[in-house]
C-alpha cells in the first residue's frame, strides 16, 4: 500500500478540480460559438426560423441523450473513464462542424457535440463534489460554472477575432487555399473548428485525474479511495470520511425509489426545478441569439459582437465572486439575491423593447446587470445544490434527472425563441422569463436549505430525518 499523506493538500485539490472543470470550459465554449455562426449558416443554407432552432437545439438534442445516458454509466464504470468519452466527441464535433456542406451534416455534428456536454455537464460537477471536503466544495464546484463562463468568454473573442481576420486582407490565407476557405470566405467553419484545441487539452487532463474516491468506496476498493481521500484531506480525516460513506451506503437502496420517500421528494423536486427555473430565466438565449438581439436593438453586427465579449467578461467577473462568497454566505443568500435581479432586469429590457427605446448603451447595462445577477447565482449554486443533494449510490442517476431537467428546458427555449421573437415580440418573451423567475424567488425562499459547510453525508441524512 502507498504511503497516506497526514496532512492534506489544497493545491491537490485545486489542481485536480480545475482539470476536471476543463469540461466545464468546453460547454460553455460549444454552447457559445454556436452565437457567432448563426447569421452565417443561416444565410448560407437559407434557413427560415424553424431551421435556424434546429441548429441551436440539434446540440442540446444530444445533451438530453448524453445526460440520461450519463447517470448509468458513471455509476457502473466510474465518472473518470465516461468523462474520456465526452472528451473525444467534443473532439468529433469540433471536426464534423467544421468540414460538411450540407446543412444536415452540421446538425449531426452539433448532435455530436452537444453528447459531450450533456455527460460533462452532469459528470464534472458531480465529480468535483465528491472529491471536495465540505468547507470548500461550494469554491469548487463553482470552479466547474466558472470554466463555463470562461469558455463561453473565449467562444466570443475567438469569434470576434475570426470574425475581423475574415474581413481584412490577410497574405497568410492566400485565395483558393483551403485555410482561406476555412477562416476567410466561409469563417463559421473556422469557428467551430476551434473547439477540437480545448478537447485534445481535456484529454491530456484527464490522464492525471484520479478515480472518484466515492464510487471507489462503494465498488469496496477503499485502499484506493484511502490514498486519494489522504492527499485532498489528510490520512486521519479521510479515515473518518470513508467510514462516513460506508455507513451512509450501508442504509441507502440503491434504487431511483428511494427519492420518492418522504424528505427525499423534496430533493427531488429541488433537483428537477431549480435547474429547470434557472434556464427558463433566458439566459440561453442571450448566450445563443446575443447577436441577433443586439441587431434587433440597432447595433451594427461589429458593435453586437462586441456587447457579447463585454458580457462574457462580466460572466466570469461575477462567478468569481461567487466563488468568493458561496462557503461563507451560503447558497440561498446568493440565489435569492441574483434572482431578485434577474427578474428586475428582466422586467425592465421588455419595458425597453416595448416602447422601441433600442439604439442605447442603457440597454446594455440592463443586460450586463442581468448577467451579472445570474453569474454570482442560479449559474454556479444551480450546480452546487444539485451535485450535494443526492444519496451516494444513486448519485449519478438523480443527478442524471436534475441535469435532464435543465437541458430540455434549455432545448424547449431554444426551439422557440424564434417564433417567440416573431409572435409575442422581445417584449413579451422577456416579460415571460421575468415572470417564471418571480416564481423561482419564491420557490427558493419557500423550498430550498442551506448547505454550506455541511458534508454530501450530512446533507442525506437531513433528507432522511426531514
Known amino acids: ?20 472543470a476543463v469540461g466545464g470550459f468546453l460547454f460553455g465554449f460549444d454552447t457559445a460559438v454556436i452565437s457567432g455562426t448563426i447569421i452565417f449558416v443561416k444565410n448560407k ?8 432552432g434546429y441548429l441551436v437545439s440539434s446540440a442540446l438534442a444530444g445533451c438530453i441523450i448524453g445526460v440520461s445516458a450519463a447517470g448509468v454509466l458513471s455509476d457502473r464504470f466510474g465518472p473518470k473513464k465516461i468523462l474520456f468519452i465526452s472528451a473525444l466527441l467534443f473532439a468529433s464535433s469540433g471536426i464534423l462542424t467544421s468540414l460538411p456542406h450540407t446543412y444536415p451534416l452540421i446538425l449531426t455534428g452539433r448532435i455530436i457535440g452537444g453528447l459531450g456536454i450533456g455527460i460533462a455537464s452532469m459528470l464534472s460537477p458531480l465529480f468535483i463534489s465528491e472529491f471536495s471536503p465540505p468547507e470548500y466544495r461550494g469554491r469548487m464546484v463553482t470552479l466547474y460554472q466558472l470554466a463555463i463562463t470562461i469558455g463561453i468568454v473565449t467562444a466570443y473573442f475567438s469569434n470576434a477575432l475570426l470574425l ?111 435547474p429547470f427555473f434557472s434556464q427558463i430565466s433566458g439566459i440561453n438565449v442571450v448566450i445563443y441569439y446575443g447577436p441577433t438581439i443586439f441587431k434587433e436593438a440597432g447595433f451594427a453586427l461589429s458593435d453586437a459582437f462586441g456587447s457579447q465579449v463585454t458580457i462574457g467578461i462580466i460572466n466570469v467577473l461575477f462567478t468569481l465572486f461567487a466563488i468568493w462568497k458561496i462557503d461563507s454566505f451560503g447558497r440561498r443568500p446568493l440565489l435569492l439575491w441574483g434572482v431578485a435581479g434577474v427578474s428586475v432586469s428582466l422586467i425592465i429590457i421588455g419595458f425597453f423593447f416595448y416602447f422601441n427605446f433600442l ?28 451535485a450535494e443533494i443526492f444519496p451516494t449510490r444513486i448519485r449519478g442517476r438523480a443527478m442524471s434527472i436534475a441535469t435532464l ?62
Not at 238 to 251: D, F, L, M, P, Y
Not at 368 to 379: E, K, M, Q, T, Y
Open 359 to 386: 439604439n442605447s448603451y442603457i440597454l446594455l447595462a440592463l443586460f450586463l446587470f442581468f448577467i451579472a445577477s445570474f453569474a454570482f447565482s442560479f449559474g454556479p449554486v444551480c450546480w452546487v445544490i444539485i
Open 45 to 52: 443554407f437559407m434557413l427560415d426560423a424553424v431551421s435556424e
Open 164 to 274: 475581423h481576420i475574415s474581413q481584412s486582407s490577410n497574405p497568410l490565407f492566400a485565395p483558393g487555399s483551403f485555410l482561406n476557405y476555412i477562416f476567410i470566405a466561409e469563417v463559421w467553419r473556422g469557428m467551430f473548428a476551434t473547439l477540437l484545441f480545448p478537447a485534445l487539452l481535456f484529454l491530456l487532463l484527464l490522464l492525471f485525474v484520479p478515480e472518484s474516491p466515492r464510487w471507489l468506496i462503494k465498488k469496496g476498493d477503499e485502499e484506493r479511495a484511502g490514498i486519494i481521500l489522504s492527499k485532498v484531506s489528510g490520512s486521519e480525516k479521510a479515515g473518518r470520511e470513508i467510514e462516513e460513506v460506508k455507513k451512509a451506503i450501508n442504509t441507502e437502496e440503491g434504487s431511483l425509489k428511494q427519492l420518492l420517500k418522504p424528505g427525499m421528494r423534496i430533493a427531488l423536486l429541488i433537483g428537477i426545478l431549480l
Open 405 to 466: 431537467s435543465l437541458w430540455i428546458t434549455n432545448a424547449v427555449i431554444g426551439q422557440l425563441f424564434p417564433y417567440m421573437l416573431e409572435t409575442i415580440k422581445a417584449y413579451g418573451t422577456f416579460w415571460l422569463f421575468a415572470g417564471t423567475s418571480v416564481i423561482a424567488f419564491v420557490f427558493i425562499y419557500k423550498v430550498i436549505p442551506e448547505t454550506k459547510n455541511k458534508s454530501l453525508e450530512e446533507i442525506e441524512g437531513f433528507w432522511t430525518h426531514k
Open 1 to 20: 500500500m502507498k504511503k497516506e499523506t497526514k496532512k492534506g493538500s489544497l493545491a491537490y485539490l485545486l489542481v485536480i478540480s480545475i482539470a476536471v
